[in-house]
């Protein structure tokens, strides 16, 4: 299937530290180019895939699981690992718990960087396991951006049978999340319409890390990467990464 031409990848190839981008559901690349794009220039190794499903239909995404889109950042992480002396994960809502589960699985992973994390949902959510066999999507959940006229392209429709996979890898990250030890860097947003605050408070209250920073973000919604506290998350995970990064 075509893949929209906001969706493409973006990789940099030089530099002796990774940092690996995970986008969100139904989202895509162009959430975090410009986050990317900005740690790329500072210097950077990237690498912000795009998940299975994502950037092409609703439908598509159905069709895929989150052991596609683990599989997906698991690889380029292993890329990253070979070229570079460390590597950094980072994520925006459901790509953070896909950062989490790196961290989790890599346990040499250099920092994780979450932006709004997804590891627990709203109560609508919880009803996707059995609302899969009956309807293939509900309205978006995709555009929580204060900013006018900024645009995710999210799906338009939210592919019920991939947010009950997605509740399945989040049960997956919660239980081992105690095995994360190193520096935490968390943005959340005072206003967010899709994930509860609850879900920053738990990866916050469970991981072993002795260096946790929590950033408020109080001008943003969900999508903080493309809203106006965007140069706030740059400048601070550039602050972060220069800290960690043994540089």
């Known amino acids: 299937m075509q893949v929209n031409a906001y969706a493409q990848p973006f990789y940099s190839d030089t530099g002796n530290t990774g940092v690996l981008f995970?986008?969100?559901f139904t989202g895509s690349p162009w959430s975090l180019l410009d986050w990317a794009?900005?740690?790329a220039a500072a210097g950077y190794r990237v690498s912000l895939p795009?998940?299975?499903?994502?950037?092409t239909s609703w439908q598509e995404m159905n069709t895929t699981s989150?052991?596609?889109?683990y599989a997906?950042?698991?690889r380029e992480y292993r890329k990253l690992d070979e070229q570079c002396d460390r590597v950094f994960v980072a994520g925006l809502s459901m790509g953070g718990a896909l950062a989490l589960r790196l961290a989790e699985k890599h346990p040499e992973t250099a920092g994780v960087i979450l932006v709004n994390p997804a590891i627990l949902g709203k109560p609508d959510s919880w009803f996707a396991p059995l609302l899969q066999w009956f309807i293939d999507s509900v309205?978006?959940?995709g555009g929580d951006i204060a900013a006018p006229d900024v645009s995710e392209h999210a799906y338009t429709r939210t592919p019920v049978k991939a947010v009950a996979s997605m509740l399945q890898m989040w049960t997956d990250v919660r239980a081992c999340l105690d095995l994360i030890t190193c520096p935490v860097l968390v943005f959340r947003s005072t206003q967010d319409h899709v994930v509860p605050?609850?879900?920053t408070r738990f990866v916050m209250n469970h991981v072993s890390s002795t260096e946790i920073t929590e950033q408020v973000l109080t001008r943003s919604y969900h999508v903080?990467?493309?809203?106006?506290?965007?140069?706030?998350i740059i400048d601070k995970t550039l602050a972060f990464l220069d800290a960690h990064a043994g540089k």
């Open 37 to 39: 794009k900005a740690t």
């Open 224 to 232: 903080a990467t493309l809203d106006y506290d965007k140069q706030t």
């Open 50 to 55: 795009r998940l299975p499903g994502h950037g």
């Open 197 to 199: 605050a609850s879900s």
């Open 66 to 69: 989150w052991r596609d889109w």
């Open 72 to 74: 997906c950042v698991d």
């Open 139 to 141: 309205p978006s959940i």
């Open 22 to 24: 995970c986008h969100g």
